[in-house]
């Protein structure tokens, strides 16, 4: 079994390298659980107003097309 051996430089520069790769993953995933978070908020104070609303609301996609709609028959 052959073994490959670096300078201690490259062994420094990649390791640094893999430091700045951890650091953008990190925050990544910070702002992808925050959006999520914000995401999660926004769903539920639509889904609210949509569940105290009296009237009927179609729900139509980009096209308007409607796509479904809520009724408050009783």
């Known amino acids: 079994m052959s073994r490959i ?8 520069s990649q390791l640094a390298g893999l430091r700045q790769r ?3 993953l990190e925050a990544l995933t910070t702002e992808h659980k925050r959006l999520d978070e914000a995401l999660r ?3 539920e104070v639509l889904r609210k107003i949509f569940e105290s ?3 009927g609301i179609p729900a ?3 096209d308007d097309i409607v796509t479904g ?3 408050n028959k009783q």
């Open 22 to 24: 951890a650091a953008k």
């Open 53 to 55: 609303v009296t009237d």
């Open 41 to 43: 908020e926004s769903q």
């Open 5 to 12: 051996y670096q300078p201690e430089e490259q062994i420094t």
């Open 60 to 62: 139509t996609d980009l």
């Open 69 to 71: 709609a809520k009724s």
